[in-house]
């Protein structure tokens, strides 16, 4: 073998990549290869706070590859059509990629299988690229994947990762295969204005200084609004600039109660790729129905505004909601607060939320997005289906003094502590001052309105 093309998709690393290990131990030369797939944009994926770290993650890794003798190939169209035509202008004799549990991915897959068949080259699928362990590798014995968190964790947890792959040191491309020009974030507009900084390089130099520092605490202080203790490597595991086996290792390695209490949450994020795999309609169907009669933006448009605009009149949904805005990301404690809020206290429609979210998220995940919706919305993977989070209620517990809603409500910021959670109930000059709505909605009126709608009365 002379050749191999690497496709990257979701695994825009050099670090601990499968896929381009296989192809170097194998072939003389390789065509690293990122396909802009046009079926991606065309499905509404193209958010532009993704793109601006998408550009900024191809930009990393095209750096990194031409510091080791080579450079990213960069195409854009239909995947399957360009990756045809650069296996053929290169001569290769196999194509390397990372699988991918999506229905979406699956078919791409197949069709990528058949049309290079067709011209006499293989195609290599490499398991644990994206996930620590793959879909459809841990399953109860009465179904083809788990339903349920805590008995999806006990036997994930008994998993061993596979080893670590380093960098590679050189890769050799071929000459005469063409490349599009890489985007630049700043050719691109609608962005958030705080959003991250994408790419390998800030990856893993966030990564190491977290586990220096913040990862102890974890535990204790992940669902701390104000304290902004989580990782945020979310956006790097989505784009996949940090390799989600690696993570596993290197947090073990640091130990204690807070780093398992990390590898908790990485294997949710295989929790639900498996669900999604197994249930692709969950994507956009109800996993486990109740019957809901959602409101909709029809029948529900301007609380449906108030909540995508920071209006609500509770600070703390608020706060969650233009700190979205503002970074392109969200407090993961925040991210339930406001999804418990849209469903359950408005009893609007999960998916209306989760689109919302899409279009914002640069960490935005289908199988992650769509499943944490549908878990607060009381139909998916809960056990609690009926479960409410009261606004007030964890707007003092995970933010006590109320710095997070004074940081991301500046109209409230002069009122101290835990008052700033309940404007309303202000009175006189104080509240005269205060340029800030009252709330949408009664928190009993809209416990009484789901109640009604789930047949609880």
Known sequence: MNVSV????????????????????????????????????????????????????????????????????????DLVEEVCRVAAEAEADEVHLAADGSAFARR????????????????????????????????????????VFTPYFGHW????????????????????VGSEELPDRKSLSGLSPALAE???????????????????????RHDDLAGDATSRLSPHL????????????????????????????????????QVLAARPAAALADYRTKHDRWR???????????????????????????????EGWMH????????????????????????????????????????NWQWMAGTGTDSRPNRVLNPVTQAKRYDPDGAYVRRWVPELAGLEGAAVHEPWRLRGLDRAGVDYPDPIVDLADGLARFKRARGRD
């Open 6 to 77: 690497v496709l990257f998709t979701s695994d825009l690393r050099l670090h601990d990549h499968p896929p381009l290990r296989a192809a170097l131990d194998g072939s003389r030369e390789v065509v690293p290869l990122f396909v802009r797939d046009r079926a991606v944009d065309g499905a509404g994926f193209a958010a532009p706070n993704r793109l601006a770290f998408l550009a900024d993650c191809l930009r990393d890794l095209d750096a990194g590859l031409r510091q080791r003798g080579g450079r990213l190939v960069l195409r854009s169209g």
């Open 108 to 147: 791409r897959e197949e069709r990528l299988r058949r049309a290079l068949e067709g011209e006499g080259v293989r195609l290599h699928v490499h398991g644990t690229v994206t996930t620590v362990v793959d879909p459809g590798v841990l399953a109860p014995g009465s179904s083809d994947h788990f339903a």
């Open 157 to 176: 947890s008994r998993q061993r990762p596979r080893d670590v792959l380093g960098a590679p040191r050189a890769v050799r491309v071929p000459e005469g």
């Open 198 to 220: 994408g790419g390998e390089t800030e990856a893993r130099a966030r990564l190491t200084a977290w586990l220096r520092s913040d990862v102890p605490a974890y535990e204790d």
């Open 238 to 273: 989505h784009f996949g600039t940090l390799s989600p086996v690696e993570l596993v290792h290197r947090a073990r390695a640091a130990g204690g109660p807070g780093a398992e209490a990390f590898v908790r949450q990485v294997a949710w994020r295989d929790f639900h790729r």
């Open 296 to 326: 909709t933006e029809r029948t529900a448009g301007r609380d449906v505004e108030a909540w995508r605009a920071g209006r609500t009149g509770y600070p703390v949904v608020d706060a969650a909601m233009r700190q979205l805005l503002h």
């Open 332 to 371: 993961n404690r925040g991210r339930l607060l406001t999804a418990s809020f849209l469903t359950k206290t408005l009893y609007v429609d999960w998916r209306i939320g989760a689109r919302h979210f899409l279009d914002l998220l640069v960490d935005g995940d289908v199988a992650n997005n769509q499943l």
